[in-house]
């Protein structure tokens, strides 16, 4: 069993940036890929970035998110990250950290079906 408690969000103003942490239970922390999920009110929860575990390493991100926020693990910290710069307001949603026990790199690990531990979220709300 894997539990994973999600830190750093909160308000910033548009252009700003904020750094999200996912502190992560279990001994194989580096064997899981880990994702970043977002749920706005009235919409469908939505990928946004993942690292593939293990030396593998790979990443993808949602095309709405590319070139503006990265994805990170410190897996000696079993944490994982995601560094948000360049907000907009269509930014703002609850963020979720998903992870699954897996260390080859897919991009079937976009879909949020795919994992099976889920933190509680993390409000962030851009404001114009």
């Known amino acids: 069993q894997v539990q994973l408690v999600e830190s750093g969000g909160g308000l910033v103003q548009a252009g700003g940036s904020l750094r999200l942490s996912c502190a992560a239970s279990g001994r194989t922390f580096s064997g899981y890929t880990m994702g970043w999920f977002r749920q706005a009110p009235g919409k469908e929860r939505e990928f946004v970035a993942t690292?593939?575990?293990?030396?593998?390493?790979?990443?993808y991100y949602a095309d709405s998110v590319k070139g503006r926020f990265t994805i990170s693990r410190d897996n000696a910290k079993n944490t994982v990250y995601l560094q948000m710069n360049s907000l907009k307001t269509e930014d703002t949603a609850v963020y979720y950290c998903?992870?699954?026990?897996?260390?080859?790199?897919?991009?079937?690990?976009?879909?949020?079906?795919?994992?099976?531990?889920w933190g509680r979220g993390t409000q962030v709300t851009v404001t114009s």
């Open positions: 690292i593939i575990g293990w030396s593998d390493g790979s990443t």
């Open positions: 998903a992870a699954v026990f897996a260390y080859s790199a897919s991009w079937s690990y976009t879909s949020k079906d795919r994992y099976d531990y």
